[in-house]
């Protein structure tokens, strides 16, 4: 009886503890908010991405029957094939928020130059040939729903789709074109029909392909060979009248555990700016969480033998060169010595209005390296760096490098009589500047992906730092061509036009 209560009580501590933590918010890592400039700027690089689209795509056949009185015959079939819209324009394009709702496009008094080959059969005769088509009083209106799936990719819905084509003009070519022009009016508005009732249909099916490329999002990205970053909405897009917010986890794991960071985001809010496209908010949960996963995978233990340290370190600076004289006076060592510098805790991220610092708590070993022998600890010493991390954007990443500001160094009690610890604050910390702070920053120079479309690149980047978070303002720019196609798939390297996807391996 009693075995079978404390199981009870068991299953009953455990549901409480999912109750618990499902119903716990979950709160962004990053924001990435654009604003109306944005769209308006979407709408410019726009026209180059469909001019690229409408060139690769095989639009639909158009094909139909007829039954034109003026030719006193029961029918004519005819097919249009091969397709090709040659040129374009929309000069009156428009995007606009539509609060807790989408995006509303609006195209008005658009045109189309189309050419295709043709093929006509009646119970009378049958014919092929080529046509040019020119459309004109193009109109379409159409509100893009942005929305998550259960994996965190983003997706498209199209709502209250209506789109039409005022007037066609169909000039036929070909050994009888004299004969067909002189009935091409009449045809007109059958085309013209059959085609309007395609357009919401095409429109919607490239909604679709784009909701393809982006279940295949890689929303989970390998860093390098200790993290990996969750890039995954965490809910449905927060849309304004000014601008939309996309909410997203922005958390490291260790590569080989996926298990969040034993402490919880907390809530930042992004202030109300519009002179740039777009604004990222970094919270310090982000950093911290990359701290915690790099600490967990080792990433901050360093380990520096004799050749090492003089084919690295003393190169770099002379006063290194004497600093590790000064250590070989101490000992008077007559074989070669390791240093380790190994991380005891993560370390702290700090952010402050125009401050951000990273405070280190590591522990300082140098030991003997006997053939021999197994290495013999010389002297170990816990000390506390405090650095300041610089920030910059550098392509589509965001580039932090470290400099020592000031650190505290501890002696176990045994070893202060032996040791001045003044004397050594000064050998660790020529160590720190010259020999460990340069490999850290030399690592951190591959940044960290920050999120954006395929051939959109950052410019006007500025950097603040904030109350709890960092907050990248932007503009975009659109490159029309590429050198490389690497084939990583990940958020800066989304292709939604052309169905391809292109990218760069993980460092």
Same mark, same amino acid.
């Given at each position: 009886?009693?075995t %079978?209560?404390?199981?009870?009580l ?13 119903a ?23 026209? $180059? ?7 690769e ?9 007829e039954?034109p009185?003026f ?13 090709k819209?040659?040129?374009?324009a929309l ?6 928020f ?12 658009g045109?189309?130059?189309? =050419?295709?080959?043709w093929?006509?059969k009646?119970? /009378?005769?049958q ?5 040019d088509?020119?459309? #004109?009083?193009?109109y379409?209106?159409g509100?893009?729903v942005?929305?998550q ?6 997706i498209l ?13 169909? =000039?036929?070519?070909?050994e009888?074109?004299?004969?067909y ?6 045809m ?8 309007n009732?395609?357009?919401?249909p ?8 784009v ?5 295949? /999002? $890689?929303?989970?990205?390998?860093i390098?060979?200790?993290?990996l970053?969750d890039? #995954?909405?965490?809910? &449905?897009?927060?849309?304004?009248e ?20 034993p402490? =919880? ?8 700016h519009?002179d ?12 911290? #969480?990359?701290?915690?996963?790099y600490?967990?995978?080792?990433a ?10 003089f084919s ?15 250590i070989?006076e ?14 005891t ?6 952010? /402050? ?7 280190i ?8 390296? #006997? ?7 010389i ?12 920030l910059?954007?550098l392509?589509?990443r965001?580039?932090?490098?470290l400099?020592?500001?000031?650190? @505290?160094? &501890?002696?176990?009690e ?8 003044l004397?050594f $604050?000064?050998?660790? &910390?020529s160590?720190? @500047?010259?020999g460990v702070l ?7 120079q591959q940044g960290?992906?920050?999120p954006?479309?395929?051939?959109? &690149?950052?410019?006007n980047?500025?950097? $603040?730092?904030l109350? +709890?978070f ?8 659109? %490159?029309?061509?590429?050198?490389q196609?690497?084939?990583f798939?990940g958020?800066?390297?989304l292709?939604?036009i052309?169905?391809?996807w292109? +990218?760069?391996?993980?460092?």
């Amino acid at each position: 009886m009693c075995t %079978k209560m404390v199981q009870v009580l068991w299953g009953c501590f455990l549901l409480w503890n999912l109750y618990i933590s499902s119903a716990q918010t979950i709160y962004p890592g990053i924001k990435a908010r654009a604003t109306q400039r944005a769209l308006d700027y979407g709408i410019q690089a726009g026209m $180059e991405m469909i001019e690229q689209m409408v060139k690769e795509r095989n639009i639909q056949d158009l094909k139909g029957s007829e039954s034109p009185e003026f030719l006193k015959i029961y029918y004519v079939n005819y097919h249009f094939i091969n397709i090709k819209i040659n040129a374009f324009a929309l000069p009156n394009t428009s995007l606009a928020f539509v609060p807790g709702v989408g995006i509303r496009a609006l195209i008005n008094h658009g045109t189309a130059n189309i =050419s295709t080959d043709w093929e006509i059969k009646s119970p /009378l005769f049958q014919d092929t040939g080529g046509a040019d088509l020119f459309l #004109s009083g193009v109109y379409f209106t159409g509100i893009v729903v942005l929305a998550q799936d259960d994996f965190g990719h983003p997706i498209l819905k199209l709502q209250d789709c209506y789109a039409q084509v005022s007037h066609n003009d169909i =000039s036929f070519s070909g050994e009888l074109s004299v004969l067909y022009n002189s009935f091409a009016e009449p045809m007109e508005k059958p085309i013209l029909k059959n085609l309007n009732k395609m357009l919401c249909p095409i429109i919607t099916s490239e909604v679709e392909a784009v909701n393809a490329n982006l279940s295949r /999002l $890689e929303v989970l990205r390998k860093i390098d060979n200790y993290t990996l970053l969750d890039y #995954s909405l965490i809910s &449905s897009p927060e849309i304004t009248e000014n601008y939309i917010d996309l909410n997203l986890k922005g958390v490291f794991y260790p590569l080989e555990n996926l298990t969040d960071p034993p402490f =919880s985001s907390v809530p930042f809010v992004l202030p109300e700016h519009n002179d740039s496209m777009i604004y990222i908010g970094i919270s310090e949960y982000f950093f911290k #969480s990359a701290s915690y996963a790099y600490f967990t995978a080792g990433a901050f233990n360093v380990t520096l033998t004799t050749e090492e340290i003089f084919s690295h370190l003393i190169r770099n600076s002379q006063g290194l060169g004497n600093m590790l004289s000064r250590i070989a006076e101490l000992y008077i060592l007559s074989q070669p010595f390791m240093v380790q510098v190994l991380a005891t805790q993560p370390p702290v991220v700090n952010l /402050l209005p125009g401050n951000f610092t990273l405070d280190i708590p590591a522990s300082f070993v140098i030991l003997t390296q #006997s053939k021999n022998s197994t290495a013999e600890t010389i002297v170990s010493m816990d000390f506390v760096a405090s650095t300041n991390v610089a920030l910059a954007i550098l392509g589509q990443r965001l580039i932090c490098s470290l400099s020592l500001n000031r650190f @505290h160094l &501890s002696l176990p009690e045994s070893s202060r009589s032996n040791v001045e610890v003044l004397r050594f $604050e000064n050998i660790l &910390s020529s160590i720190l @500047h010259f020999g460990v702070l340069p490999l850290a920053n030399a690592k951190l120079q591959q940044g960290f992906p920050l999120p954006n479309p395929h051939k959109i &690149s950052f410019v006007n980047s500025d950097i $603040e730092v904030l109350e +709890g978070f960092l907050l990248i303002s932007t503009d975009l720019k659109y %490159k029309t061509s590429l050198k490389q196609q690497p084939s990583f798939h990940g958020w800066e390297v989304l292709n939604l036009i052309s169905g391809q996807w292109r +990218g760069k391996p993980a460092p």
